[in-house]
């Protein structure tokens, strides 16, 4: 095969595949970080190893869960070196409808944020699983690849977040603790 084909084939891939990928690898180093500016180094660096590995892309089964376990990888190790400081998820990651009655839209704001607030005091790996299942729209089976968990684990977290965050939820609906 021509040389020249080859390249733009790779770089047809990278930009239908991978670049695209972007703003879902940001938000998870910024997860993890804290830190924009830190978070977008990662996410380039994580473009970079993407690109290296350009001859195994047939190899991967799941290109997204590759990067994505990249970023994770990296965002832990840069977030080990330095003490990682403690932004929380904030609600303007979520899409909000806007509604009729601007108290029901202030209601429904006051509850968006107390489930990002409840997220956030998830032990990490089942806020990793929540968020990745919940605002990413991840299946279980990238999320297991992401995470290198079965599948089976990715569920019982992802219960169990849940789980805590009804039940954190529903008391603070009902008597506002």
């Not at 929540?130 to 599948?151: A, C, F, P, Q, T």
């Amino acid at each position: 095969m021509n040389p020249s084909l080859i390249i733009e084939t790779h770089e047809k891939f990278f930009r239908d595949n991978i670049l695209p990928l972007k703003d879902k690898l940001f938000r998870m180093a910024l997860r993890i970080t804290f830190d924009r500016a830190e978070s977008e180094d990662i996410v380039q660096d994580t473009m970079i190893r993407a690109w290296d590995k350009r001859e195994e892309w047939q190899t991967i089964d799941s290109i997204e869960a590759f990067c994505m376990t990249v970023c994770r990888n990296l965002a832990i190790d840069r977030s080990q070196k330095v003490e990682a400081k403690n932004l929380e998820l904030t609600p303007e990651i979520s899409e909000q409808k806007e509604t009729a009655d601007p108290d029901d839209r202030l209601a429904s704001d006051e509850r968006v944020e107390i489930i990002y607030k409840l997220m956030n005091q998830l032990p990490p790996p089942q806020r990793e699983i929540m968020e990745l299942r919940d605002i990413e729209g991840m299946s279980y089976k990238e999320i297991s690849k992401v995470l290198n968990l079965s599948e089976e684990q990715v569920k019982v977290y992802l219960f169990r977040a849940r789980q805590k965050i009804k039940k954190s939820f529903t008391n603070i609906d009902n008597y506002g603790l």
